[in-house]
């Protein structure tokens, strides 16, 4: 009896069906009829029982690198879009916020050793009196506007925070009617000269204390002359002015 005869009848005893052939008993002549027969061997069918999952855990793998993949380009393309907004912001705000370089050096330190330089000698103060001699009224108008918020300039002109100023060259100090002055200028027996019109002018605060004028001051001499020329023509008879010294 052939090998392949006995395992058959094996098979048959049993009641089931072999599940592969031995290969040691099995000549070539047996293993044409297993094959024809469709006995398969046990080598076959493990290499076909393992393929299955060993493609599907390929194409997990496959799966889990291609979202790496899609995640570092996420990444990566993220951080390219963060540089390139900074560079575009850093280019942006340099042309708005461009600091022009100065022509010259505000001062000049000395070097060491040298002698300090000497500090810039103060320009002479023009008196009132010369001011006045080339003092414009139509620029002093101009410049009176800003006192217009407390002040009225015309003939018979209400009050306001202050007097009304028509006249005011000359006239006696606190002498208006129907405005409340302050003690201070109260105190100011006579009348209001172009001196103490431009001190008023320069630094009402200072030059009378306890003045109700909360006025800042015109600092420049020039524009306190072109007011005080303006003022002068606010007058049916206006006053003289100063001598030239």
Not at 115 to 122: F, I, L, N, R, T
Not at 151 to 171: A, E, Q
Not at 224 to 243: E, G, H, M, W
Request: glycine share 8%; charged share 20%.
């Amino acid at each position: 009896m052939g090998a392949f005869e006995r395992i058959a009848r094996g098979s048959t005893q049993f009641g089931k069906k072999d599940s592969g052939c031995d290969l040691a008993e099995l000549t070539k002549a047996d293993t044409a009829k297993c094959r024809i027969s469709h006995c398969q061997f046990r080598p076959k069918q493990l290499s076909n029982a393992r393929l299955p999952r060993l493609t599907a855990h390929a194409e997990t793998a496959m799966g889990r690198a291609r979202s790496m993949v899609r995640e570092i380009n996420k990444f990566l393309g993220a951080l390219f879009a963060c540089l390139l907004m900074v560079v575009v912001f850093h280019l942006v705000s340099g042309y708005i916020f461009t600091t022009p370089t100065p022509v010259m050096a505000g001062y000049v330190l000395p070097a060491d050793g040298a002698a300090p330089v000497a500090a810039a000698k103060a320009e002479p103060e023009v008196p009132l009196s010369q001011l006045l001699a080339s003092a414009s009224a139509d620029k002093g108008k101009s410049i009176a506007k800003q006192c217009a918020s407390c002040h009225t300039f015309d003939k018979g002109g209400k009050n306001g925070v202050g007097p009304n100023l028509w006249g005011i060259i000359g006239r006696k100090a606190a002498s208006h009617e129907g405005f409340a002055y302050s003690d201070a200028v109260k105190s100011k027996s006579d009348n209001w000269t172009y001196d103490d019109v431009a001190h008023m002018m320069e630094a009402p605060a200072k030059y009378m204390k306890g003045t109700k004028m909360t006025f800042a001051g015109l600092k420049s001499a020039k524009d306190r002359a072109d007011v005080l020329a303006y003022l002068r023509t606010l007058s049916d008879n206006p006053a003289p002015l100063p001598a030239a010294k």
